[in-house]
């Protein structure tokens, strides 16, 4: 059961990045016809104004396509990046640069979410770097899911600080908060408020798991129609509770 709803997790998250990759791919797929037609009426007008307005288009299609491939690109530098094995020892992990990935693969479903990020771009810890990207994705996802699409859309924030010998993470939205008498089951596997075929329950079990092994703590507050704030404390060295393996 737990393998089949890991899997269920997985297509869903396949479905989300192959739509986020798409759309820009099909931009310029779509322009490049366009210029084509348009390059070859321009190498037959000798009429200088007109040539300087198919030069103008020239350069806006030319725009199209630059944007749309540098999309394409920094989804699959990051789709890399997340899916890349974990070595056997832990090494220092760039959060700035997990968070900014986390967001480029769920950018889909930003669409209707401000997000806000509060990372020093000097900020590591030592671990496991993909798992500590399951973190933050599965997190993040949490929080966006439970904004929905609530009309004005909603704020997920993400920040990291340093603390004594360790990192605050902290991921927060303005949704609709947990009720007090569920707080202490968030964690246990399988528990889930979302509706059938929205969540299997194993994503903040994992999420615990990976950050007990990472020798950190997670804690979460949370207040109904306040929202919910999810607080890691990460060890910043190996030796300082050093992580398991996988």
Do not use: C, W
Request: hydrophobic residues 35%; glycine residues 12%.
């Amino acid at each position: 059961l737990r393998g089949r709803g890991k899997l269920a997790s997985l297509g869903r998250r396949v479905a989300g990045i192959a739509h986020e990759i798409h759309t820009p791919v099909n931009a310029v797929i779509n322009t490049i016809g366009p210029l084509e037609e348009l390059v070859r009426t321009l190498g037959q007008t000798r009429d200088r104004t007109a040539v300087t307005t198919l030069v103008d288009e020239a350069g806006e299609m030319l725009g199209v396509i630059q944007r749309g491939a540098t999309r394409s690109k920094a989804i699959v530098q990051a789709l890399h990046n997340y899916s890349r094995g974990d070595d056997e020892q832990p090494r220092e992990v760039n959060l700035a640069r997990s968070v900014d990935d986390t967001m480029d693969l769920l950018r889909h479903r930003l669409q209707n979410i401000r997000v806000e990020k509060h990372v020093d771009p000097a900020l590591r810890v030592v671990g496991f770097a993909g798992q500590i990207d399951q973190v933050l994705m599965n997190l993040v996802t949490n929080a966006a899911q439970a904004i929905g699409q609530r009309p004005g859309g909603g704020t997920v924030s993400v920040g990291a600080r340093p603390d004594g010998d360790a990192i605050e993470i902290t991921v927060s939205d303005d949704g609709p908060g947990i009720a007090p008498e569920l707080l202490p089951r968030i964690f246990d596997p399988f528990f889930t408020t979302k509706d059938v075929g929205e969540g299997s329950g194993l994503g903040l079990s994992i999420v615990h798991g990976i950050i007990e092994r990472h020798g950190g703590k997670i804690a979460v507050d949370s207040a109904v129609g306040q929202g919910t704030v999810f607080r890691i404390r990460l060890p910043r060295q190996a030796g300082q509770g050093r992580p398991r393996p996988p």
